[in-house]
């Protein structure tokens, strides 16, 4: 995996008479060091932004809808006020996860009351306490137009 771009993984399914088996085998977990889920339980709330020089997130939603955004860091002392989001809407009901490379902040709201995402992380806790930082939720996008 390109560790320097937003990437979607896209995975798939198949339905038998014994059910439905969802897989992500794209998904290299190899260098995952950490696992975690977010609830949201209101659609107002958003968390944003945090950013990694170092640390890679991954993000799968498995309950509701997430608004997802991120931003490649031009300045970590003062980035820039133009800098542009890209924007992705994850599913609980689409087989997929979000890479967010280190580099990059990130930010995101539900677009379902007790929407719910799974998190995972390349670095230890340890590590990921150090390579911190946060910028105000208003930069980049207007969070309140993405209303669902």
């Known amino acids: 995996m390109d ?8 995975g798939n399914e198949h339905t038998d008479h014994r059910g439905t088996l969802c897989f992500i085998n794209d998904f290299n977990m190899s260098s995952i060091k950490r696992m975690y ?3 949201h ?25 997430f ?3 991120a931003v490649a860091i031009d300045n970590w002392e003062n980035p820039s006020k133009k800098l542009q989001a890209k924007t992705f809407m994850l599913d609980a009901k689409n087989t997929e996860v979000l890479q967010i490379p280190a ?5 995101f709201k539900a677009l379902d009351a ?15 306490k150090n390579d911190q930082f946060r910028f105000d939720e208003n930069l980049w996008m207007n969070w309140k137009e993405y209303i669902n």
């Open 37 to 39: 889920t977010i609830t």
């Open 114 to 128: 007790d929407a719910q995402l799974l998190v995972f992380s390349d670095k230890g806790l340890e590590s990921a």
């Open 103 to 107: 580099g990059y902040a990130n930010g």
């Open 3 to 10: 560790n320097k771009k937003l990437q979607l993984i896209k």
């Open 41 to 65: 339980p209101s659609t107002s709330i958003v968390r944003a932004w945090q950013a990694h020089k170092m640390e890679s997130k991954y993000f799968k939603c498995i309950k509701g809808r």
């Open 67 to 69: 608004l997802i955004a």
